[in-house]
């Protein structure tokens, strides 16, 4: 993670099982991890190239499955996570990878997605869970639900609502992608169509 921690305490809040927090640069999910108990894991990405064209992604990503696999980890679950991982993560976790996002995918790919959803003038945009591929905010859907855009909304306003929408969402997918896993099975199976209505309407309404 990179971010504030909201969504790991929404996590830890629904009492999953988190072995380990890694974040890409110093943040306050860290500190919310050492509260609760968790592990947390700086993996600096300034030591791998920093944010500029010298930024070692694979070199980068090794380090990350180092750490992972040091803690026992089967399922990465990504919140806020400022690096695109690379195909190291991937060959690591084939499956095992989630990401949350802020719009109803394929609709808003990428870091400024309510800002793009309010300048396109959507009435509707919402949050969705999928299984993450080497590709930006691609890989098969796990779950959408739909958060109305309301009039004199702004960015942080939508995005907030967006939030408490993902606070629910995010952790109910998580525990359904583990019993999954626990079966044996492959969480693929759990993939949606993008814009399913029954799945729109689903988890966390």
């Given amino acids: 993670m990179s971010g504030t921690g909201t969504i790991l305490h929404a996590l830890l ?9 890694v974040a890409d640069r110093p943040c306050r999910g860290l500190e919310v991890a050492a509260a609760a108990g968790v592990p947390a ?5 300034a030591e791998s190239g920093g944010f500029g064209a010298a930024f070692d992604r694979d070199g980068y990503s090794c380090r990350v499955v180092e750490v992972l696999r040091h ?9 806020g996570f400022g690096t695109v991982l690379g195909q190291p ?3 690591a976790y084939p ?3 989630l990401n949350t996002h802020p719009s109803l995918l394929p609709a ?5 997605a309510v800002e793009e959803a309010l300048a396109a003038g959507v009435s509707v945009t919402g949050c969705t869970v999928h299984l993450a591929e080497l ?4 890989g098969p859907i796990l779950a959408q639900q739909e958060v109305p855009v309301e009039p004199g909304d702004d960015a942080a306003t939508l995005h907030e609502r967006i939030k408490q929408v993902e606070r629910r969402l995010y952790p109910a997918t998580v525990r359904r992608v583990l019993a999954v896993l626990e079966a044996g099975g492959d969480p693929v199976t759990l993939a949606t169509d993008a814009g399913s209505a029954a799945e729109v309407q ?4």
């Fill in 71 to 79: 803690h026992g980890v089967g399922l990465v679950v990504m919140a």
């Fill in 135 to 138: 590709a930006v905010d691609r």
């Fill in 108 to 112: 808003f790919p990428g870091w400024h």
């Fill in 89 to 91: 993560v991937h060959d």
């Fill in 95 to 97: 499956h095992r990878v």
């Fill in 13 to 21: 809040d629904e009492g999953l099982p988190i072995a380990v927090v």
């Fill in 41 to 45: 894991v700086l993996v600096d990405r």
């Fill in 202 to 205: 689903g988890v966390g309404r």
